[in-house]
Nanobody, 129 residues
């Protein structure tokens, strides 16, 4: 049984930093394509970043490039999202999701939540001006 657990988040002023962690258990950690997503109030869920744990193919949304960094610790079965230079518009509920299929992480595949099967609970990130 696959389980996804998210930790981190919180409140910070614009320009600050926060870090989220996503632990995925169930299958071998290298079997997963894992994505970070967020949903701001009144908006659709959008992709933030995604990576194949085994092959890489790390992709960031344009809105977070240069500010957010994904890293992984295979021994801890954890994917991290380091967020720096946060902006008010980054305020959202952030979620982590995993797929045991590779195609959501293939080069050129869009950063979209629909292929991801296993979802963790959200972590609120609030950025104030």
């Amino acid at each position: 049984r696959v389980q996804v657990a998210v930790s981190g988040g919180g409140s910070v002023q614009a320009g600050g930093s926060l870090k989220l962690a996503c632990v995925v258990t169930g299958y071998d950690f290298t079997d997963y394509c894992i994505g970070w997503f967020r949903r701001a109030p009144g908006k659709e869920r959008e992709g933030v970043a995604r990576v194949s744990i085994l092959r890489g193919n790390l992709v960031y949304a344009e809105s977070v490039k240069g500010r957010f960094t994904v890293s992984q610790d295979n021994a801890k079965r954890t994917l991290y999202l380091q967020m720096t230079n946060l902006k008010v518009e980054d305020t959202a509920m952030y979620s982590c999701a995993a797929s045991t299929y590779e195609y959501p992480c293939e080069t050129g595949y869009p950063l979209t939540p629909s292929p991801f099967t296993y979802w963790g609970q959200g972590a609120q990130v609030t950025v104030s001006s």
